[in-house]
């Protein structure tokens, strides 16, 4: 049975970053690879970034591209995602999400999720 929590959120002014935490238990990060999802009022939940297990191999929607990063360390249980030039298209849930060994940009593929945390940039 694996946790995760996902903290660092809040309200923040269009340009300006944030970097959003997910701290994995039961088991250890570095089985798993993760990916960061988001979800708008009224839209569906889509990707942003995954990384490997291993860390070796990241992955970004367009949308975020050149703006956002995402990292892992093993050591802590935790996946980072930083987000930068945030825009008010920005404004979402931002999940966490893990699945076993692999990565991907699917959210159906991914077995575990945390409970969000909230992303608002105003203009």
């Known amino acids: 049975q694996v946790q995760l929590v996902e903290s660092g959120g809040g309200l923040v002014q269009a340009g300006d970053s944030l970097r959003l935490s997910c701290s994995v238990s039961?088991?250890?990060?570095?089985?798993?690879?993760m990916g960061w999802f988001r979800q708008a009022p009224g839209k569906e939940r889509e990707f942003v970034a995954a990384?490997?297990?291993?860390?070796?191999?990241?992955y970004y929607a367009d949308s975020v591209k050149g703006r956002f990063t995402i990292s892992r360390d093993n050591a802590k249980n935790t996946v980072y995602l930083q987000a930068n030039s945030l825009k008010p298209e920005d404004t979402a849930v931002y999940y966490c999400?893990?699945?076993?060994?692999?990565?991907?940009?699917?959210?159906?593929?991914?077995?575990?999720w945390g409970q969000g945390t909230q992303v608002t940039v105003s203009s």
């Open positions: 999400a893990a699945m076993f060994w692999a990565s991907s940009t699917y959210a159906h593929e991914y077995k575990y």
């Open positions: 039961g088991r250890t990060s570095s089985n798993y690879g």
């Open positions: 990384i490997s297990a291993n860390g070796g191999r990241t």
